[in-house]
């Protein structure tokens, strides 16, 4: 079933692919490949530097811009996988983000803040797009 693409929708999706792109150049960064300043300043911001930034940092956050990618281009196309599969990543991302906060660093809250936001308007948009059913008796 379609939705209608409101502003709101829009809002969201644009807010996915800026967090998407921040993913990929925090994930880049954290290679090298933006070069070796970057991966410097990068991991000075770690409070506790990790051994093997690739899979605890680069892995994940490439897999979250990716899938942050489609599924904003799903909130844009007005599909209603585009608004489950947003919240499902959102909610991923703040497991991942509480687990950085914990082990990595704890400025990762930041991530938290605006998957919470995401899944704050999707979900009371969808609660007021389909109303609860009555039972028939």
Same mark, same amino acid.
């Given at each position: 079933m379609k939705h209608k693409r409101t #502003?709101?929708?829009t809002a969201v999706? =644009? $807010?996915a692919m800026v967090q998407s792109a921040l993913r990929f150049y925090f994930a880049l960064g954290t290679t090298g490949a =933006?070069? #070796?300043g970057?991966?410097?300043q990068l991991t000075t911001m770690l409070e506790n530097p990790v051994t093997d930034? $690739? $899979?605890v940092l680069t892995?994940?956050?490439l897999l979250l811009g990716a899938f942050g990618v489609v599924t904003a281009i799903g909130l $844009?196309?007005?599909k209603r996988w585009g608004i489950h599969g947003t919240i499902a990543l959102s909610v991923?991302?703040?497991a991942y983000d509480a687990w950085a906060m914990a082990a990595i660093q704890c400025t990762a809250v930041m991530g938290i803040i605006l998957p919470a936001a995401m899944i704050g308007y999707l979900v009371l948009r969808e609660l007021r797009a389909d109303p609860p059913r009555e039972a028939a008796a």
């Open positions: #502003s709101g929708i999706a =644009l $807010l =933006l070069g #070796s970057i991966e410097a930034p $690739l $899979l892995v994940p956050f $844009l196309a007005g991923v991302t703040i």
